[in-house]
Nanobody, 129 residues
Framework: VQLQASGGGLVQAGGSLRLSCTTS????????MGWFRQAPGKEREFVAA????????SYADSVKGRFVISRSNLKNSVYLQMNSLEPEDTAVYYC???????????????????????WGQGTQVTVSS
């Protein structure tokens, strides 16, 4: 599965961006999806995850209440709506996919980058103060 992340850009603090992750050729409906980010000099960190049917979502504490992950399996897309952006949100954002997780697997693995099978190329988000 080839994932393509888009929607990044430069925004002022307090602003919003919507990231998209799409694929071509294969359906995302059987994949649980996640968003991760990596700031310069820091390790990749979990941002948000959504179960393959969209029934469950999870967020890092740092983005809870500001970011919303959603998906459209009809459009083979996953989205990350980012509101009230802060300079600390500046990073390259990556979407990731994991095949065939059942709910118990998703609960245990959703925030662990190494557990995901597929990765997009990343999209830069820069928040100015």
């Amino acid at each position: 599965v080839q994932l393509q992340a888009s929607g990044g850009g430069l925004v002022q603090a307090g602003g919003s961006l919507r990231l998209s992750c799409t694929t071509s050729g294969r359906t995302l409906s059987t994949y649980s999806m996640g968003w991760f980010r990596q700031a310069p000099g820091k390790e990749r960190e979990f941002v948000a995850a959504i179960f393959r049917n969209g029934a469950s979502t999870s967020y890092a504490d740092s983005v809870k209440g500001r970011f919303v992950i959603s998906r459209s399996n009809l459009k083979n897309s996953v989205y990350l709506q980012m509101n009230s952006l802060e300079p600390e949100d500046t990073a390259v954002y990556y979407c990731a996919g994991a095949a065939q997780w059942i709910m118990s697997s998703w609960s245990a693995k959703r925030s662990i980058a190494s557990e995901y099978d597929y990765w997009g190329q990343g999209t830069q988000v820069t928040v100015s103060s």
